[in-house]
């Protein structure tokens, strides 16, 4: 029996999905962690933790760049889509890509049946991108936190030596 025109290939859209999440842990990387280097650096110069708009404005400005790690992820997945020919124009793919990113579906636009199977894992991607900052920026706060109500955190405490 020939197989089917449905016949549904796992390998390539789990390795391009595998490799996919791999640089979005990356993309996150690169723009989350010099935020918990400058939100250090404040605390240290005791700039941060003390005034309530400053910090304000630390809280915005960790949630502004981590949109914008999420934005890039997205993009990237777009770019993917079009690459596989599933779209023909990047907006197509881009507005499709953050419905999966943000697990929210896209049932209008509906993928070849050879790469259907990115969808779920973009939005498996986008739920532990998601987490990832929510725990940064839960960091954050609790750090800022921590310093408003005077109390040392373990990384503040002298060590004995």
């Not at 949630?63 to 770019?79: K, S």
């Not at 987490?131 to 921590?146: E, H, K, M, N, P």
Request: hydrophobic share 55%.
């Amino acid at each position: 029996m020939a197989p089917s025109p449905d016949h549904v290939a796992i390998l390539l859209p789990l390795g391009v999905a595998v490799t996919l999440t791999f640089w979005t842990v990356i993309i996150h990387a690169l723009v989350l962690m010099p935020i918990i280097y400058f939100v250090r650096y404040e605390l240290r110069h005791g700039r941060a933790g003390v005034l309530f708009w400053r910090d304000v404005g630390i809280v915005a400005g960790v949630t502004l760049v981590a949109l914008a790690a999420h934005l890039i992820a997205i993009a990237a997945w777009a770019l993917v889509f079009t690459l596989c020919g599933e779209f023909s124009q990047l907006t197509a793919a881009f507005y499709h890509s953050g419905m999966n990113y943000t697990t929210l579906g896209d049932s209008s636009n509906v993928m070849s049946p050879s790469w259907r199977l990115l969808a779920p894992l973009e939005a498996a991607n986008g739920m532990l991108m998601f987490g990832v900052s929510t725990a940064v920026l839960f960091a954050v706060i609790y750090r800022l936190t921590q310093t408003r109500l005077g109390e040392q955190s373990s990384y503040d405490k002298p060590r004995r030596e």
